[in-house]
């Protein structure tokens, strides 16, 4: 296998750094190319002193100078904002690119990097939820690999490799969140520390808050009707708190396979950036002794209404599932601020889906159009509320 050239955008978070592990085990068969960060300089410049990229991008503008200075001496390019950042996945050497940003942004250099034959891991798994449709026709078009990192989606993956039967169904796992069993009444006074208590997963502030929501379940309800071609009727959710069975995949003679392993992103992450092949590691084994029960149960779609609302806006189409997320990330950013309630933070979506007209056939601005639309809507209906 020759060196693959990778761009890990996103770099600084949970998946960006723990991809950067795999890279750093496999020294004779990555590159990084490409390094980019929205915000943390200290350990972006670090990263790239370690890696020696091509070209370093930070989103902040503002933050320019200080990454420019710091890798002067250096003959790494930097280059700062959004379109930067887009031109970046652009370079010709570029084999995978990782998308590890956090939320919608991750759309635009999604589709550039298709558009320019470069094969994507998707750790960010707004890109489909917002337009899917879209990109997995640019996927088609362009003759590209489209590589699940998300554990679930990756454990799909693996299940259906070398399988010709079709699916009669994807049962996705979640682990509950922190409040796995608790009810309506429970949830009136949850704070942002509990809802920052994951018990299984360390993740970033949004994602965790979405798993707390079981809204991270949603949207990769929504990124697996794309990934795998099936309707939201053939995804099925189950709560397995101890997060060992990762996925399943049923086919229609009843069978029935599932990924197992311990919860730990950088198997997935591998996998993605080694496919089809798969590298011996030093990561812990999992052991059956070690897990002597493993339970499974019925996500409670009352309590939790935006995995309930993930699969309305998804039976609907057009934009739904656009105006879903971007409503969805405003919502969460305003409970991280201790702006609106962990409860409240539904009502803005279903609100904010009421609001927002459907509409079909859309092209990559008229999702832009619709994020920014919902975005506004969401903000001036948490305004509302406050006040």
């Given amino acids: 296998m020759e060196r693959k050239n990778i761009a890990i955008l996103g770099a600084t978070g949970s998946i960006g750094t723990q991809a950067l592990e ?5 020294p004779d068969r990555f590159v990084v190319s490409v ?7 200290d350990l972006l410049i670090q990263q790239a002193l370690e890696f020696l990229p091509k070209q370093v991008v930070i989103t902040n ?3 320019y100078s200080k990454v420019k200075e710091a890798l002067a001496h250096t003959n790494i390019a930097v280059a700062a904002g959004v379109a930067a950042l887009v031109e970046a996945v652009e370079l010709p050497e570029i084999d995978v690119v990782l ?12 589709v550039r990097a298709i558009e320019k034959g470069k094969d994507i891991a998707l750790a960010n798994k707004e890109t489909l939820v917002v337009a899917g449709e879209l990109v997995m026709d640019l996927v088609a078009q362009h003759k590209v690999q489209m590589l699940p990192v998300d554990s679930e989606h990756s454990a799909i993956f693996q299940c259906l490799a070398g399988e010709p039967s079709p699916i009669e169904k994807i049962i996705l796992t979640a682990s509950g969140g922190p409040f796995r069993g608790k009810k309506t009444q429970d949830l009136r006074t949850v704070s942002r520390a509990q809802a920052l208590k994951h018990p299984n997963w360390s993740m970033g502030a949004k994602i965790t808050i979405d798993s707390a929501s079981l809204m991270n379940k949603g949207l990769e309800v929504i990124e697996a009707k794309w990934l795998f071609n099936v309707t939201a009727s053939q995804i099925e959710v189950v709560v397995h708190p101890q997060s060992i069975v990762h996925s399943l995949v049923q086919f229609e003679d009843g069978s029935l396979k599932a990924q197992l392993g311990l919860p730990d992103m950088k198997l997935p992450i591998q996998y993605a950036l080694t496919f089809p092949e798969r590298f011996p590691n030093t990561f812990k084994r999992f052991s059956f002794t070690d897990y002597a029960t ?7 779609l009352e309590t939790f209404r935006n995995l309930k609302l993930a ?10 599932t656009c105006v879903l997320n971007a409503a969805n990330e405003v919502a969460v950013a305003a409970f991280l601020d201790d702006k609106v309630s962990f409860l409240g933070m539904s009502d803005i979506l279903e609100e904010t889906l009421c609001q ?3 509409r079909k056939q859309l092209s990559l601005e008229d999702y832009i159009t619709f994020d920014k639309e919902s975005r506004m809507m969401a903000q001036d209906l948490i305004h509302r509320l406050k006040n």
């Fill in 22 to 26: 795999v890279v750093r085990s496999f």
């Fill in 35 to 41: 390094l980019s960060a929205a915000n943390n300089t």
């Fill in 61 to 63: 503008t503002a933050l």
């Fill in 99 to 110: 998308n590890a940003i956090v939320g919608s942004a991750g759309l635009r250099p999604t």
């Fill in 294 to 300: 493993l339970t499974f149960e019925q996500p409670d």
């Fill in 311 to 320: 699969y309305q806006a998804l039976a609907e189409g057009g934009n739904r």
């Fill in 356 to 358: 927002i007209p459907n």
